[in-house]
């Protein structure tokens, strides 16, 4: 008799896993149910902002596979608008809800991968029934508030509240489709991913397509009318709001995890092992955004959640189910933002990371182009390395400019996964060609002024 | 007394040792002269074909320190239009030429930095008065040609002798200034710096613009009336040129070198240790085009000329010799460019280099975008990747594509200068945004074919 494989979430993670192991595992061998509690499978959640802003035109180009797909080409049960309420690891079972028809299905597993994604923070204030207050976690969120905004009267005013990745590039699609903005942050600044004086770039530029930039301030209700939003109320007063989007992060979805008995980590994740199998639990695996996994640099668990992880994660769990061998070595935090034509990457540890890490380390800051400075299009680019005092060890980076920025995050990336040292990275053979590089590319010149500030010669 | 550090040749890695040894002891401590033949010191001689081209307006750019700055913020005695024409090692002297003021003159030394640079490798019949015949190599050729391209009459056909890098450059500098151009090309293809497939995709776009690319064809002789070129000469008979531009490549210059009696490696180069001594010879130090260096793949000695090495090398020489340490490790051979917006980027062996250094290898090709299927701008990009069998570890990338591709090769570079397996690969940590990537970034599918080519799972 055939295996078979719950996957409960059908998602990045989800899919993956359950594609891969099919890929491995004929019909005949492993039967595959995928639950999906959304409309939705494996869609790209970081493209809603440009589909939002217009840039993307079509809401259907962020469904990278529809479930009909999963279906005929992978034969997948996929079983959308199902939600999985329970999973009872004695008898072998999960329970889902049927959210279109009513009911619940019982259905019984030998492999499961949970991989229920995150849900977004929602602060009291906006649990609400009030029109107008939208998050953006999901397709269908997005699909809301694009509602919304195409709704008479048409709204002005929007209100971003939280200055992460999402709140930020919400603040521009919205700006882009000709809203007044103001973005709220708590902390005191936003993209608080990177360092202070390099998210300071990233506020200025935010200002300087007419974004409102409030730091240091909390949202603490709403003001409503017939039912419909008209301000976010502050500390400093309300102010008026047609729409407002809510960027305040995500934690990871464990309730029905946490009901099962399956460990939790420190980081408030799923626990699992390399290979993505959830440690004592025996066929039970996890992947994306509900799970916790190891900071290769700070040696901690952290809860990253992106969909490049999620799809290896997935993968890796997939590879596994079906008889492979793979294994998810952690992350470095690398991640890339694009603000007003601003690019921004990061990876590693930032200075405060490192600092409650336990690292003596020193930072630095190099100014230089994109390409060689006579070569038409060479624009300003900032990078900014931190290396540990004295061995020279890379911990993080930090990069901000105008053009070709933000993927040379990877390169610093790279060099950080393999531990090493910025003496090391000043000898590293990179590309150069004046339209690409100056002769010390960016990177390298960095690495030259962190070597400087060690002060080893 | 002061010790006297004498640099032989004034470019790029001439004053980058001239520069880091004044950084670490004042003139008190260390007399430097420079001496150089030509007219400039420290310029980009890879910017030559895009200010040919008219990309960059004005000669001057590309000039990055003119004599005078050296002269005044370094406190180095350069001496330009000086030819050094011999070494005496036993006297500690050295002796040049005064190619402008006619006569000799003769220096103590008690460091020198050989720094001469390549020469272009010029055939017999490209040894000729007639004029309309001309080298890329420094900037007083790239003077020469421009003035030839703005003289009357106005030539209109060009012929381009030598498919690398110059050549395929400076072939789209001349078809940007209106010329007809044709390159010949001995070989089965220009641009054999990558495997022949991908090479083919280079020569699609050239073709794309306009260029005539003729292979498999030896160019044996001119014909020349009243003292210009009219025409080179082939096995196919001849083809019409009002200016012939020589792209064949560039081999060491160590006739000074050699005549010392310095020791010149295999491939031609002169020998250095990894802190750019030269072996046997105290206080000699040699930098840039004119050293051989170690590949760190095949562990074979190569002559890579390249401003990026020879401002590192130059720079490690400066450090050293100023009492510091600092080392060149060798290179991997990245390299990037540009031919008709399309975008080439390469690290490491190729397939006829790997199989003649011994390896067994599988390379796979993977076609990609550059962004998010779904974000405008997305662009085709192939990868190529070579991984030895069984180990899986990289030996080797290429990458063409039509946006943000060739510096791609970055993320490789440090991959491969690591050791890394392309198993290892496939869970790197590399930015992931609509804007930037897809979510299983180009690298990583091409890693990810290499393991299924691999065939271990």
């Not at 207050?133 to 195409?150: E, K, S």
């Amino acid at each position: 008799m055939a295996e078979r494989l719950i996957v409960v979430g059908g998602d990045a993670a989800g899919m993956a896993a359950a594609s891969q192991a099919r890929r491995r595992r004929d019909r005949d061998d492993l039967e595959i149910v995928a639950f999906e509690r959304g409309h939705f499978t494996s869609y790209s959640s970081c493209g809603i902002p440009y589909w939002i802003g217009g840039v993307v035109p079509d809401r259907d180009q962020l469904v990278a596979r529809d479930p009909e797909t999963f279906r005929t080409s992978f034969d997948i049960d996929v079983r959308l608008r199902h939600e999985v309420t329970g999973i009872d690891l004695e008898r072998r079972e999960v329970v889902a809800r049927n959210l279109a028809g009513g009911g619940e299905v019982r259905e019984r597993f030998d492999q499961l991968v949970y991989a229920t994604g995150a849900v977004p923070l929602t602060p009291d204030w906006a649990r609400t029934d009030a029109d107008g207050v939208f998050g953006v976690q999901t397709l269908d969120d997005g699909a809301a508030l694009r509602d919304w905004l195409d709704r008479e009267p048409t709204p002005r005013r929007a209100v971003v509240v939280g200055g992460g990745y999402i709140g930020v590039e919400m603040a521009e699609a919205l700006i882009k489709r000709g809203l007044t903005v103001d973005l709220v942050e708590q902390a005191d600044q936003p993209m608080s991913t990177v360092d202070a004086d390099m998210a300071e770039l990233v506020s200025d530029a935010m200002r300087g397509i007419g974004i409102g930039i409030r730091t240091g301030l909390t949202v603490t209700g709403l003001e409503t009318r017939d039912g419909r939003v008209t301000a976010v109320v502050t500390a400093e007063g309300p102010m008026p709001a047609d729409v407002v989007v809510l960027g305040l992060g995500v934690r990871p979805n464990i309730a029905v995890a946490q009901a099962a008995g399956l460990p939790i980590g420190p980081s408030g994740g799923v626990r699992t092992d390399r290979r993505m199998r959830v440690p004592g639990v025996p066929g039970v695996w996890a992947a994306g955004d509900c799970v916790e996994t190891l900071h290769r640099v700070s040696g901690l668990p952290v809860h990253i959640p992106l969909g490049t992880h999620a799809n290896k994660q997935g993968r890796v769990a997939g590879i596994n189910i079906g008889g492979g061998y793979a294994t998810f070595p952690g992350v470095i935090g690398t991640a890339v933002t694009k603000v007003c034509d601003l690019e921004v990457g990061r990876t590693g540890l930032r200075e405060r990371d490192a600092a409650s890490a336990g690292f003596e380390f020193v930072s630095v800051v190099a100014e230089s182009t994109s390409r060689a400075g006579y070569y038409p299009g060479s624009r300003p680019m900032t990078v900014k390395l931190l290396a540990e005092r004295p061995s020279g060890r890379l911990l993080g980076a930090q990069i901000v400019g105008w053009s070709e920025a933000a993927k040379r995050i990877d390169t610093l990336a790279v060099a950080l996964w393999n531990g090493m040292t910025v003496d090391e990275m000043t000898s590293l053979d990179l590309g150069y060609a004046p339209p690409y590089a100056p002769v010390w590319d960016p990177v390298l010149i960095a690495a030259r002024k962190a070597v400087d500030a060690l002060d080893r010669r």
